[in-house]
């Protein structure tokens, strides 16, 4: 359980962070900016949430949870042997994927296809989460950097790419299942 007594610590003055392994680390390295990317994401998903039914705010209220997962999971760099660890470090599984698939399936099976690419917006909630898509598709691709210089667990990444599909999707359902879509129009403005 996490305690927090005193909010400011004073440790962090001169440009460092502490990792979930206690490691310090600068404030501006790749894992930071990786998983400062993730909380960025979390809160404009509390934004999101505002405008939710009580249905969408269950749904979006566990991404959030799994957001605090992830974040979790990267502030603390991935070991060959996380078992030698002091305790369990939180890492993402593949099963939290696979709820995200299934849940994109569930949604996508009302929606007609698309014949043009969408423009972010329509109702409050699905311009919320298309900017929650825009913010996750840039946690990935920092998560995907951070991976080619230190250990980042796979599924990390995954729940990522998929978080952004969900949220693609769940806007199209936020925009009366599709059909209060605004959609591109090539060269509209010649």
Request: aromatic share 6%; charged share 25%; hydrophobic share 40%.
């Amino acid at each position: 359980m996490v305690v927090l007594n005193k909010i400011y610590t004073k440790t962090g003055d001169h440009g460092e962070t502490a990792l979930g392994n206690g490691a310090r680390i600068a404030k501006h390295s790749m894992r930071v900016t990786a998983y400062g990317t993730v909380d960025e994401l979390n809160a404009a998903l509390g934004l999101a949430r505002l405008q939710a039914d009580a249905s969408d705010a269950e749904a979006l209220s566990r991404i959030q949870n799994d957001l605090f997962d992830l974040g979790a999971d990267l502030c603390r760099p991935e070991m060959e042997r996380d078992a030698e660890a002091e305790y369990t470090p939180l890492r993402i599984s593949d099963k939290q994927v696979a709820r995200l698939e299934d849940e994109i399936d569930a949604m996508n099976k009302e929606l007609e296809p698309l014949r043009s690419f969408i423009l972010p917006g329509g109702s409050a909630l699905a311009a919320h989460l298309h900017h929650c898509r825009t913010v996750a598709r840039r946690a990935e691709r920092l998560s995907v950097e951070l991976a080619t210089t230190e250990g980042v667990n796979p599924a990390a990444v995954k729940y990522l790419n998929r978080l952004s599909d969900w949220f693609f999707v769940a806007a199209r359902m936020a925009n009366d299942a599709g059909r209060s879509d605004i959609l591109w129009v090539p060269g509209a403005n010649r």
